[in-house]
């Protein structure tokens, strides 16, 4: 029988993609023991703030606690498991169990019971019912990834060199990251997976699935598109992580400042302001990236950022079943932006990646027939290809982190894939 993911060949079957008890695997596994994004610190500033979001299948709420802390819990009473937040965020004090009233405090404490007295005697232990913490959250750069494994490695060591890359977008911002409040979801009927994948290194698709974008001309800025291939490149990075659409040499700047100067005077002394900051703050190397294309941070944080003009896009492909995923989206924008640009930003991120967007349509709708087609007896048993970039060996360039390899090429494909694979045989916990 042929492998699930054959490295040698390139070749994954088809059953990952649909079999629920390899998605259940899944769950265990990758969500229950990788670093999972949950939120931007942006997003609860204050005391008491919190959201709420998902690890894998789980709900949980990222909570800042009355010292200032931010805790992630699992959302589900301890008593009989409802949800204790039924809300997308807000500031709280406690949250009080809607279903028998147990209430518990920002640090996840048990608080308080009804009729405690007369209902248990002395045989309930508040202390011993608190709301189950994540064990590990970090904080990179404002984002906010946890892991259920406390024994999982560090952040810093689980993102490796993912971070030189994700560093541009953190630092070029000149009054650091802002999520716009609110985030956009819609479900589509696909393995999350498939929408992983897209992010980590498909930029085949792109000339074709969205060649209609391209045709409507409709877009303010189109700094660096597909019809610029042979100077954008694509990077493997340990761990699973990839991106691609990236341009070395000042490219996207460039782009950037001649699009800004037609806008104005203040929008072209931003885009000076920004490469300037990213040259004060990282080497020449970074600096000269400027924007870094898209991705994903294994297994399911994707995001895309083309320019300074344009939104940092953030994407979580939440699994729900074999067959389901649930799309989360945010838009974060440089919180000291031009107002011009900000609201360009604003109506861009709406326009493409909303669940009626010009892009997240044509995604959505070739994820969800990839996985009709793929669902039968006959076509489960097939594999995909993932043989683009088989005869060339990634390469390396000096002061660059990463394995390169060009545009059009699966290798970040096949890496993400190896790792799945890697991770999906070892030892469960
Ligand atoms: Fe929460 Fe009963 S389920 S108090
Ligand atoms: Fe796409």
Redesign the pocket.
């Given at each position: 029988m042929n492998p699930l993911v054959d490295k040698a060949q390139r070749l994954v079957s088809r059953k990952i993609f649909v079999k629920p008890e390899i998605y259940a695997r899944e769950l265990q596994q990758i969500f229950a023991r990788s670093w999972l994004f949950i939120g931007h610190e942006s997003q609860i500033p204050n005391s008491g703030d919190y959201i709420t979001n998902y690890m894998g299948e789980d709900p949980v709420i990222m909570w800042r606690d009355g010292a200032g802390k931010i805790r992630v819990f699992l959302n589900s009473?301890r008593?009989?498991?409802?949800k204790?937040c039924r809300t997308d965020a807000g500031n709280a004090r406690q949250f009080r169990?809607s279903?028998?009233?147990?209430t518990y405090g920002t640090d996840g404490t048990l608080l308080a019971v009804p009729y405690q007295e007369q209902a248990y005697g002395k045989t309930l232990d508040r202390n011993d019912w608190g709301l189950r913490e994540v064990p590990k959250v970090q904080n990179y750069g404002g984002f906010i990834f946890a892991s259920w494994d406390a024994g999982a490695d560090s952040l810093d060591q689980y993102l490796g060199d993912a971070r030189w890359y994700f560093d541009i977008t953190i630092e070029r911002s000149i009054g650091g990251i802002e999520f716009i409040r609110g985030h956009q979801r819609y479900k589509a009927t696909a393995n999350w997976k498939l929408m992983a994948e897209n992010f980590c290194g498909d930029a085949y698709h792109l000339p074709y699935s969205h060649g209609s974008v391209y045709k409507l001309d409709i877009r303010q800025i189109s700094p660096v598109t597909y019809t610029s291939a042979p100077i954008l490149h694509t990077v493997s990075l340990d761990n699973g992580h990839g991106m691609t659409s990236l341009a070395f040499d000042n490219e996207r700047y460039e782009t950037d400042l001649k699009l800004a100067e037609e806008m104005g005077k203040e929008e072209a002394d931003y885009i000076r302001a920004c490469r300037a900051r990213l040259a004060a703050r990282l080497d020449d190397s970074r600096a000269s990236i400027f924007a870094l294309g898209f991705g994903n941070l294994f297994p399911n944080f994707a995001f895309n950022n083309f320019s300074a003009l344009r939104p940092m896009g953030f994407y979580q492909a939440h699994p729900r079943a074999a067959h389901q995923i649930e799309m989360w989206q945010w838009c974060g924008v440089d919180r000291d932006a031009p107002a011009s640009i900000k609201e360009m930003i604003r109506v861009d991120f709406a326009r493409t990646q909303a669940a009626s967007g010009l892009a997240a349509q044509d995604d959505a709708e070739n994820f969800e027939q990839v996985t009709e087609a793929t669902s039968g007896a006959v076509g489960q048993d097939l594999q995909f290809n993932y043989q683009m970039g088989l005869e060339q060996a990634p390469t390396t360039r000096p002061g660059v982190a990463g394995r390169i390899s060009p545009y059009f090429s699966e290798n970040n494909q096949m890496n993400f894939y190896s790792h799945w694979s890697d991770l999906m045989e070892r030892e469960a916990s």
């Open positions: 009473c008593h009989r498991g409802m204790v169990c279903f028998h009233g147990w």
